[in-house]
């Protein structure tokens, strides 16, 4: 998934300050978890994780890739879908099941992706043409809908587990993403459909990681989630940089996250906010960062902490570092810094002009205690 902050190219910079620092693995909570690219990481590498997130959209990918520990058999779900039984009978179901590399999971993936019917439903009112936006073509958006009803019957009717159901629903998420009609982030479409948003929407379900059991997730703010932890061996902060909330750049992500069968969320203005303004983080403020940050180091029982901030953060290099100096058990902070290439959403423009094609990620150690 496009993603502001994402840690996927940075791992190796973050694993390996983790290996010089002699951290070995524990138990860790991942505090924005966003996509999961440490959490997942760390999970791989034995800690158990608690990872946590406001966003319904991250909560949907910690089940699916730091909590669920292996493949589901879907058994109940061939003995009770009579279509998805159709379906298995065909030579050319079995033959695309093959080509994906085959198994239950594979099998479920390409009925969802190619065998559903489509449906008019809230993604394609909405987010589509026919809504007066351009999300996703009339034929993805239908796809998006039929796939999005289907999970939810399924998981209501008791005929895939939890593991079953968020694997699958991270699958769409995911898969919306690569067809969707943006420069990476949803706080506006493009008015021309790009070469992606014309392709087929296809999930493609990522193979659940073998690792420490007993990692957990959390949709909950990371001050919360730190105080319900108690003493742990690992706090990793990547929390937002600047003044954009995550809620209004990934509102689509999170509307296919949250469904609409139990309530119909109220979306509003030219890009389909949610009117309702949750799940603002104080992160994002210049007024309130430093504030949230003393919250967390005060609530967490880690007894180390690592911050990935980067060098156009809202936080100053001096607020930062005191801020921990002052947590530390011993006074001492440790900073590792690594350039990468900046992620630009859109082009330089009235109103945004990027200071320059590079920044540098800069990662904190302290011992709290």
């Known amino acids: 998934m496009r993603y502001l902050g994402n840690k996927t190219r940075l791992l190796p910079f973050i694993l390996s300050k983790i290996d010089r620092l002699g951290l070995t693995p524990g138990v860790a909570h991942d505090a924005f978890a966003g996509t999961c690219a440490v959490g997942r990481a760390l999970k791989a590498r034995g800690w158990r994780v608690a990872s946590s ?25 061939r003995a009770g879908d009579g279509d998805l039984r159709a379906a298995l009978r065909s030579a050319k179901f079995r033959a695309a099941v093959a080509a994906r590399g085959g198994g239950a999971l594979a099998a479920v993936a390409e009925y969802l992706s190619r065998w559903l019917e ?60 690569r067809v969707a009609n943006t420069a990476g982030v949803y706080a ?6 790009q070469p992606n948003a014309r392709h087929h929407l296809t999930l493609a379900p990522q193979l659940p990681i073998r690792g420490a059991r007993g990692c957990t997730a959390h949709i909950d703010d990371a001050t919360e989630t730190a105080r319900t932890l108690g003493p742990i061996d690992l706090l990793y902060v990547d929390p937002p940089y600047n003044s954009r909330q995550y809620s209004g750049y990934y509102h689509v992500p999170e509307i296919i996250a949250r469904g609409w069968f139990e309530a119909r969320p109220a979306v509003a203005g030219k890009t389909g906010l949610l009117a309702d303004g949750a799940q603002r983080s104080a992160w994002c403020s210049p007024r309130q960062v430093e504030g949230a940050l003393e919250a967390l180091l005060a609530a967490t029982g880690a007894r180390h902490i690592l911050i990935s901030y980067n060098s156009e953060g809202l936080l100053s290099e001096r607020v930062l570092r005191g801020a921990l100096e002052r947590a530390a058990v011993d006074g001492r902070v440790v900073r590792y810094a690594r350039e990468y290439r900046r992620y630009r959403a859109d082009s330089d423009h009235v109103g945004r002009t990027y200071r320059g094609g590079r920044l540098r990620e800069l990662l904190y150690y302290a011992r709290l205690r």
């Open 53 to 77: 997130d406001v966003m319904t959209y991250s909560y949907v990918l910690q089940r699916a890739y730091v909590v669920a520990q292996r493949v589901p058999s879907f058994a109940e779900l």
């Open 118 to 177: 489509p449906e008019c439903g809230f993604i394609t009112e909405h987010y589509a043409p026919g809504g007066g936006r351009m999300y996703f073509t009339e034929e993805n958006a239908r796809r998006i809908d039929a796939i999005r009803r289907r999970l939810h019957v399924w998981h209501t009717e008791g005929l895939i587990g939890d593991d079953a159901y968020y694997i699958l629903l991270a699958a769409l998420i995911e898969g919306a993403d």
């Open 188 to 193: 506006a479409f493009i008015k021309q459909w």
